[in-house]
């Protein structure tokens, strides 16, 4: 349902913010960008700059005269505040917002709304919007850059819209008894080049099972530690050897 | 323990790039930046249009020659990667890495590493980090800019630090009895006025009952639309005189 989400701009001052949602929007899936009214008074080159590989959304935009013509058909029109303030206390995160604003877009375009960089959304704007975002921030700054403003709910969406898969490890993870023969190897190792001696040996391997216990071993990964041990002890026997 | 969080840029080839990473970690509270070996071939004074109010992050930048004199004190280092590939699929998102390195932020300085824009992070690089992250993207377009990608991280550590105080409604949330006057009044007053007749009226009142249920009211909007109930009450009556 992100395909849904529409990116609307109010008022955008510099083309190079409208190239860097373009950017961020193709980061994360979204094609609709409707600009209302830009200024942009440093001309178009600072859009195509910015919006790098996202220049299909760029040139994709819509540009329209007023807010209501830009979420006229939204199911859905939210604004996004830095501001807190009259008409502004009920604001939400973009995480909590995210799954609730995706399930309206299920039912039709979700307008996600942003100000001009340097006034934000004026209040007859925020009237008429039927939800409120406002970014986390430090409280020393709280005033994000728009790309970035965009780039975070677009990331947010996302997230929630369950659209990413993670990349998975190619070797499956070390079953419990491939890593107690990696102990047992490395013992018998460590033994025979005199690390430990036989009465310290239960607490020393305690120590090292800890070690191979902090992350996620792959069988890979018990099969590297198991060559180690391997070739430990054979050049240990081998100098060991009356030459 | 944010205040731990190192971000380190290698090789940056924009300063306007700088200047994002500057703004973004003063959003969210970081301050200790080290460049290493930056080309920016494109001077300095992109870097200070970019940083608006991060300009004292900028101000107390360190510039060091190698990679390993910026983390030499950091008892985690987490590279950041857009690609996968050998070396790259152990990778987490920093969503889910976030509250363990804030855990560790708290023994020292947590560095997160990001490369340069065009190449990312070198093989040798990835090989001197104990952490890898990658954004959750779309997988059209992968690339994040570099300003947006240290903003994403920093404000996924800024949430999982819990240093986010949500604003509160002033109003505080309505009652059931206060919820339950209001749609007694309502009733009164939409038989008045010939909305409903008696008959139809508990299933009317059903849907205004869910309709003022969709969100949380507060006592300020339940004394509000017990005033337009009353005036409407009012006016109907007055309306209703022999003139």
Known sequence: MISNI?????????????GSVCRAMANFG????????????????????????GAAVLEGRRTVATFDEAVSDCV???????????YRQHVRTPREAAPGLLALA???SVALV???????????????????LRIPTGTDYTSINLGQA??????ELFLASDSYAPPCEKAPPA??????RLLEIWREMLLLIGFMTPEKADHMMQGIQRIFSRGALTTDDVNILMGVARQADWAARANAKPK
Chains 1, 2 share one sequence.
């Open 106 to 108: 299920s039912g039709g």
């Open 30 to 53: 979204l094609t609709d960008l409707v600009l209302v009214s830009p200024v942009c008074a440093d001309g178009w080159a600072e859009a195509s700059k910015f919006a790098v590989h």
């Open 175 to 180: 079953q419990a008894a491939h890593r107690l």
């Open 150 to 155: 965009v780039l975070l709910c677009a990331y």
């Open 76 to 86: 859905a029109v939210v604004g996004t505040t830095a501001r807190l303030g009259l």
């Open 6 to 18: 529409r990116i609307v701009l109010i008022g955008t001052l510099y083309s190079g913010n409208i």
């Open 114 to 132: 942003f100000g001009r960089e340097d006034k934000g959304l004026l209040n007859d704007e925020v009237a008429r919007c039927t939800h409120l």
